[in-house]
């Protein structure tokens, strides 16, 4: 009878953490199914364009899946490739169709980009933006995202680790759970954070203050480039093999007759003056001079807009230091209009106008934006 007694008490202690894990698998798939983290693309689009919401995924990998899918459905006009730091190019300021593939790492991104472009309908004008950085000796060639079906363990644990920390409470359950969210994602659905229809990115937890800046005061951008760290990586040089992979992605484009036009993206003024000021940048200069002479060779329209003060842009006009905004872009993309009549019929020119003098100084085209990267910046917009 003992024996009988310590078994079943043996058998109930072992089935607690059982069941407790059971029911916390549940619950955090429950959350992440609901959220819409493994939508297909083709639900997230239909959601985006029924609600005018964003795509903000908390934790899988379908961003390049969803971009790939619009290109597809909208056969896009217009079409800008690089790194994140482009992806306020906004649908808003063209008037033809647009696209925003901003998930570029590095050149052979950029490459992959353009070939997959290449084997569908082809745009009319293609943006290719080019980082600095890229041209370095030790850029790193960014690893193909994985296309998840399903939730896996590790997303669980991490929807877990957010309850635990109280990162993610019962409220923002609720919000999730009632479907009354016009956005897709947790990140979407809890901040307004995500990708809208034309994949451009919304900032609002950011935008608002609502979230703290990773670039607060430049810090993190200033940091790196009084230690040669990140982005900011010192260099005297441009290296050969990363040149031979930009001249190799201008045959493709000549070849291929895409219609591409370059793009040196903005930096911060502020951080500009930093790296000047450092003196272990000598490598950028000789790039910029250099892309110049290749552009002119493949006759390809180059717009050097590295330094934005040109065209009256601020430091507060930044999501970070080498992170232009919405503002910041469409001062960029009124100097293509200025400078190539081409690029001008493809834009909405009295957007572009209206949204550079109403919302001058801000990094978003919204009323409502704090001083978020804290530098004193006074932001005039108002509801």
């Known amino acids: 009878m003992k024996k009988t007694k310590n078994r079943k008490w043996l058998l109930s202690f072992l089935a607690a953490p059982v069941l407790a894990g059971l029911a916390i698998f549940w619950a955090c798939t429950t959350v992440l199914n609901h959220a819409g983290e493994y939508a297909s693309p083709d639900d997230i689009i239909d959601r985006l364009t029924a609600t005018n919401g964003v795509y903000g995924p908390a934790v899988s990998l379908r961003v390049p899946a969803f971009r790939q899918r619009l290109y597809e459905r909208v056969t896009p006009k217009a079409v800008a490739i690089g790194s994140p730091r482009i992806d306020q190019i906004q649908a808003d300021d063209f008037s033809v169709p647009f ?3 901003s998930g570029a790492e590095s050149l052979d991104d950029l490459q992959r980009l353009c070939t997959a472009l290449s084997e569908k309908s082809k745009p009319e004008l293609l943006i290719l933006a080019v980082d600095f950085w890229w041209f370095l000796g030790d850029a790193p060639a960014a690893p193909e995202m994985e296309y998840k079906e399903k939730p896996g363990m590790a997303d669980i644990l991490k929807v877990a680790s957010w309850y635990m920390t ?49 670039d607060s005061k430049f810090e993190d951008s200033l940091g790196s480039i009084a230690h ?21 992605l201008l045959d493709f484009v000549k070849q291929h007759d895409l219609p591409a036009i370059l793009l040196l993206p903005p930096v911060a003024p502020d951080v500009l003056d930093a790296m000047a000021a450092r003196g272990k ?13 290749a552009a002119a060779s493949y006759r390809l329209p180059l717009f050097d ?20 905004g ?13 400078k190539n009549p081409g690029i001008r019929e493809k834009l909405n020119l009295p957007g572009i106008g209206w949204g550079i003098e109403h919302f001058k100084g801000q990094a978003s085209t919204r009323t409502g934006e704090k001083d978020f990267l804290n530098l004193g910046c006074k932001k005039t917009a108002t509801p």
């Open 99 to 101: 696209i925003n593939f």
């Open 166 to 214: 109280g990162e993610l409470q019962g409220n923002d359950t609720k919000a999730i759970l009632s479907g009354k969210s016009p956005n897709v994602g947790i990140g979407g659905i809890l901040h307004g954070d995500g990708y809208d229809r034309s994949g451009a990115y919304v900032y609002a937890s950011l935008l608002t203050g609502a979230q703290p800046a990773p």
């Open 228 to 248: 040669g760290e990140k982005i900011f990586r010192w260099g005297d040089d441009i290296n050969a093999t990363q040149w031979q992979k930009f001249t190799a």
């Open 281 to 293: 940048y000598g490598y950028i200069e000789g790039l910029r001079l250099k892309i110049s002479e």
């Open 305 to 324: 807009d590295h330094d934005i003060r040109f065209a009256d842009g601020t430091s507060c006009e930044f999501i970070g230091g080498a992170h232009g």
């Open 326 to 338: 919405a503002v910041v872009y469409k001062r960029v993309l009124l100097d293509m209009a200025v």
